[in-house]
C-alpha cells in the first residue's frame, strides 16, 4: 500500500473516532498475547486492553462475507507461535460485551488458535461509524471481491445518506470508481455470482455492463466463461452485440398480458435468447427468435431439432 493511500486511510478513521479513540497509547498489551487464566483487566477507551473472546460479538456492518479458510488456519499458526501482533478494534456495548469494528479475520483465527482472550482497542462509535470503518478497513486493507465491494458502497449510500462524491472521500476513491462498483448490481444476479466467485474480471463485467439487453449479457457471459474470452475480445463483442439490438422508436407497445408474457419469458429462458411473441386481437400471431451469430443459429437449431 502506497503512502498517500495509508495517509488517506488514517484521514478517513480519524474523522469517524473521536479524540479518545484516535490517540491510542498501549496498555496492559502482553508480548506474546496468549490466553491467560486470570480476568482480563480493561483499562481506559483508546488503550489496549486484553478482553474475553466470548464476549465479543461481530459487526454486523461487516462487508466482508467469504473467508479463505487456508489463510485462516496459517494466520491461526502463526498466532499460536508468535501471538497477535495487531490488536482488534471494538466498541463497548455493556459491561461485559463488546462489539467488533475491525479485525474480523484476526478475531476467528485467534478462536481456532485456541485463545480465550484478545488484546483489543476500545473505540466509541455509532452504527454509521461502525459500517464506515468497517468498510473503510476492509476496502484499504483487504481482498473485497467487487461484489462485495459495491454492497458496501451501495449500504453506505443508502444506510449514512451520502452521495457518491462523499462516499468516494470516505474510501479514497474517485466518483467514477465508485459509480463502476455499483453498477455492477444492474447485472442479472447470475453473472453478479461470477464475479463474486472469480469466473470473470471487473474488465469483463464492465463490459457486459455496456449491452442494454439482459438476455444478450447472459449470452456473452456464457461465452466468456466456456471460451474463456479476454476482456479486450468481450468489449468488441459487446459493442456487436449493442449494435444489434433494435432501437425503441415511436409509441410504446401495449403491454402484454400476464399469461403471454409468461409464455414469452419461459422461451426466453429455453432458448437462451430474447423472444418476442406478437399476436393480433383475432388470436393469430409469430413468435420471433433472434440470434446473434451463425453459431447462435445453430444452437437454436439444434435445439428445435433441425
Known amino acids: 500500500m502506497s503512502a498517500e493511500k495509508r495517509n488517506a486511510l488514517g484521514r478517513g478513521l480519524g474523522a469517524l473516532l473521536n479524540d479518545d479513540a484516535v490517540n491510542v497509547a498501549p496498555g496492559n498489551n502482553n508480548s506474546n498475547n496468549r490466553s491467560v487464566a486470570s480476568s482480563p483487566q480493561v483499562n481506559d477507551l483508546g488503550s489496549v486492553n486484553e478482553i474475553r473472546i466470548s464476549e465479543i460479538e461481530v459487526n454486523p456492518f461487516q462487508p466482508r462475507t467469504e473467508f479463505d479458510q487456508e489463510a485462516l488456519k496459517e494466520l491461526s499458526d502463526s498466532i499460536k507461535l508468535q501471538g497477535l501482533i495487531q490488536p482488534i478494534t471494538v466498541r463497548k456495548v455493556t459491561s461485559n460485551a463488546y462489539?467488533?469494528?475491525?479485525?474480523?479475520?484476526?478475531?476467528?483465527?485467534?478462536?481456532?488458535?485456541?485463545?480465550?482472550?484478545?488484546?483489543?482497542?476500545?473505540?466509541?462509535?455509532?452504527?454509521?461509524?461502525?459500517?464506515?470503518?468497517?468498510?473503510?478497513?476492509?476496502?484499504?486493507?483487504?481482498?473485497?471481491?467487487?461484489?462485495?465491494?459495491?454492497?458496501?458502497?451501495?449500504?453506505?449510500?443508502?444506510?449514512?445518506?451520502?452521495?457518491?462524491?462523499?462516499?468516494?472521500?470516505?474510501?479514497?476513491?474517485?466518483?467514477?470508481?465508485?459509480?463502476?462498483?455499483?453498477?455492477?448490481?444492474?447485472?442479472?444476479?447470475?453473472i453478479q455470482a461470477s464475479i463474486r466467485d472469480g469466473q470473470i474480471s471487473m474488465g469483463h463485467a464492465k463490459a457486459l455492463i455496456t449491452i442494454s439487453d439482459p438476455v444478450a449479457q447472459l449470452h456473452l457471459h456464457k461465452m466468456v466463461i466456456q471460451q474463456e474470452l479476454s476482456v479486450r475480445k468481450t468489449e468488441q463483442l459487446a459493442r456487436d452485440l449493442q449494435r444489434a439490438i433494435p432501437k425503441k422508436e415511436g409509441k410504446a407497445p401495449e403491454p402484454l398480458s400476464f399469461q403471454v408474457q409468461k409464455i414469452q419469458d419461459d422461451l426466453a429462458s429455453k432458448f437462451g435468447t430474447r423472444v418476442k411473441l406478437k399476436i393480433n386481437d383475432g388470436g393469430k400471431g409469430a413468435i420471433e427468435i433472434p440470434f446473434l451469430s451463425q453459431d447462435d443459429l445453430g444452437r437454436i437449431l439444434e435445439m428445435l431439432d433441425w
Do not use: H, W
Open 99 to 190: 462489539q467488533l469494528i475491525s479485525g474480523e479475520r484476526r478475531l476467528r483465527a485467534s478462536k481456532l488458535a485456541g485463545l480465550t482472550q484478545i488484546p483489543a482497542y476500545i473505540r466509541t462509535a455509532n452504527d454509521q461509524q461502525m459500517l464506515e470503518m468497517a468498510l473503510i478497513e476492509n476496502i484499504q486493507r483487504q481482498d473485497l471481491n467487487s461484489i462485495e465491494v459495491a454492497l458496501s458502497f451501495q449500504r453506505m449510500i443508502e444506510e449514512c445518506n451520502l452521495k457518491q462524491e462523499e462516499l468516494g472521500d470516505r474510501v479514497s476513491k474517485n466518483r467514477s470508481t465508485v459509480t463502476n462498483y455499483l453498477r455492477l448490481l444492474k447485472l442479472p444476479p447470475g
